[in-house]
């Protein structure tokens, strides 16, 4: 009796551990895309498949907590669209929003990207990023990809306008 009550505590230790890890996980420089499928605001798939046979993708995630005007990575992006659009770079915004409070706020303000509803934090998850850490519209976490390797990763400690340039500057090499 007394083993069957370890064991099913080394399971339960395993179980709680296993998860430790899993919304630990960071994404790093030289990492592989992981695999994903979610909607965007148009209810589109966009699957990490469809991004891996692009030249380059910017995949930043933001907080919805402020206004547009505010938010300085969505903004940022958006000012600097026509220049990564130029490049052969695709641009995805991640946001833990609803589908149709993205599309309302990309057809009000005009934005020319993806921005993928990320409601249940899946792939916040999947990259080691927080709402937490996102806090206010200020903040942001920006990959860039090669061919669907990681190249480059910025955290919120960069202002939002210098993660775009260093984004770009990626692809101006």
């Known amino acids: 009796m007394k083993a ?18 899993n919304f630990s996980q960071r994404i790093i420089v030289g990492d592989q895309m992981p695999n994903f499928e979610l909607l965007n605001q148009f209810s589109t798939s ?11 993708v910017v995949l930043f995630f933001y907080s919805n907590k ?3 005007k505010k938010n300085k990575s969505a903004y940022e992006f958006k000012n600097k669209s026509k220049l990564f659009k130029d490049l052969d770079v695709k ?15 990309t057809v009000r303000e005009r934005i020319k990207y993806d921005i993928i509803s990320d409601n249940r934090g899946m792939l916040h998850d999947m990259f080691g ?22 190249v480059k990763v910025m955290n919120t400690k960069d202002a939002a306008e210098s993660q775009v340039y ?8």
Not at 46 to 56: C, E, P, Q, T, Y
């Open 66 to 68: 402020e206004s547009f």
């Open 129 to 150: 990023v927080s709402q937490k850490k996102l806090g206010s519209g200020s903040r942001v976490y920006t990959f860039v990809f090669k061919e669907g390797v990681v």
């Open 91 to 105: 641009i995805v915004g991640v946001v833990a929003d609803a589908i149709p409070n993205i599309r309302e706020f």
């Open 46 to 56: 966009i699957s990490s498949d469809s991004l891996r046979v692009k030249k380059g």
């Open 4 to 21: 069957k009550k370890y064991f099913c505590m080394y399971l339960l230790f395993a179980f709680f551990a296993g998860m430790q890890i």
């Open 166 to 173: 260093d984004a770009l500057g990626v692809f101006i090499k």
